[in-house]
């Protein structure tokens, strides 16, 4: 069974740091992209960024709202992915999910169940 | 960016009914289009990709059309557990975008 487990939430002041992870378990991990997609309260879905594949150099991409603050990388040996988030605003409130591409690297065929980060004095 | 909209934001129907939600993308983007259902407090489920494949185990009712710029999504006699929020999301390009929701409520 593919899961995704986020964790590493919680609240944080504005312009701290904090990391994300997400363990995942049931598939071949490093054949996959990974993403991170983010939901503000209430609000809707906001892709945050991509980590790919070994066999793309694991290339990133980020929305322009966190590059140069947000930083994925991935360890394929534990099968897991990071989200180290600094710099943070009180806009960043948000569940975070990671979910995996699929074997095509197109579609976001699994999720993980969020964890939420709240940004806030 | 490409700027994805839905409409409409929300719709009231009652089960037994059949509900389209449409999906209008800024620019042409093929079939690079999915749609997913979110139910509170869930991470949200692929339901349709490349516009119109139907994700293995996802019941028929559920059907996706529309090539370019615009796309629906239908479902073609609700059930109890079809109330939910649904979203579009386009994969043509970076940065990946979504729709801001459609509400179907009872």
């Known amino acids: 069974e593919v899961q995704l487990v986020e964790s590493g939430g919680g609240l944080v002041q504005p312009g701290g740091s904090l990391r994300l992870s997400c363990s995942t378990s049931?598939?071949?991990?490093?054949?996959?992209?990974i993403d991170w997609v983010r939901q503000a309260p209430g609000k809707g879905l906001e892709w945050v960024g991509r980590?790919?594949?070994?066999?793309?150099?694991?290339?990133?991409d980020y929305a322009a709202s966190v590059k140069g603050r947000f930083t994925i990388s991935r360890d394929d040996s534990k099968a897991s992915v990071l989200l180290q988030m600094t710099y943070l605003r009180t806009e960043d409130t948000a569940v975070y999910y990671c979910?995996?591409?699929?074997?095509?690297?197109?579609?976001?065929?699994?999720w993980g169940q969020g964890t939420l980060v709240t940004v806030s004095s | 960016d490409i700027q994805m909209t839905q409409s409409p934001s929300s719709v009231s129907a009652s089960v037994g009914d059949r509900v389209t939600i449409a999906c209008r993308a800024s620019q042409g983007i093929s079939n690079w289009l999915a749609w997913f259902q979110q139910k509170p407090g869930k991470a949200p489920k692929l339901l349709i990709y490349?516009?119109?494949s139907l994700v293995y185990g996802v019941p028929s009712r559920f059907s996706g059309s529309g090539s370019g710029t615009d796309f629906t999504l239908t479902i073609s006699s609700l059930q109890p557990e079809d109330f939910a929020t649904y979203y579009c999301q386009q994969a043509n390009s970076f940065p990946i975008t979504f729709g801001q929701g459609t509400r179907l409520e009872i």
């Open positions: 980590i790919k594949n070994k066999v793309n150099s694991y290339t990133t």
């Open positions: 490349s516009a119109s």
């Open positions: 049931g598939f071949i991990f490093s054949d996959h992209h």
């Open positions: 979910t995996r591409l699929d074997t095509y690297g197109n579609w976001f065929d699994f």
